[in-house]
C-alpha cells in the first residue's frame, strides 16, 4: 500500500500521524482512501464538490503530481505521497 505523508499541521486531523498506509492505485485515490481512514481530514482537503482544494498540493515521491501523470499518477507499494498546503503570506 502506497505510504501518505502530512505536515505536522494536517496531521491534527489525522490523529498526529505524519505517516500511514492507505491502498489506492493512483495519488488520487491514495487521498480519499485517506479520507476514508480519517473523516476529519476531508473538509481540508476536499471541496463540496469532492475536487481537491487549489492550495492542496500532491508529490509522488518527492514529484510535484503536476510533472507526473497529475492526479491519476499511478502508486505502488512502496511509493509515498505526500500532501501538501500550500502557504501564504506577507
Not at 491534527?12 to 492505485?25: I, L, N, S
Not at 515521491?61 to 502508486?75: A, I, M, Q, R
Request: proline share 4%; aromatic share 8%.
Amino acid at each position: 500500500m502506497p505510504i501518505i505523508r502530512v505536515s505536522n499541521v494536517i496531521s491534527y486531523y489525522t490523529e498526529k500521524q505524519t505517516r500511514f498506509q492507505v491502498p489506492g492505485a493512483t495519488a488520487l485515490d491514495a487521498v480519499r482512501n485517506a479520507v476514508e481512514k480519517f473523516p476529519q481530514l476531508k473538509f481540508h482537503v476536499f471541496d463540496n464538490e469532492g475536487n481537491l482544494r487549489r492550495h492542496i498540493n500532491l508529490f509522488v515521491n518527492d514529484v510535484h503530481v503536476k510533472e507526473l501523470d497529475g492526479n491519476d499518477t499511478p502508486v505502488g507499494e512502496e511509493d509515498v505521497v505526500r500532501i501538501l498546503a500550500a502557504a501564504a503570506g506577507g
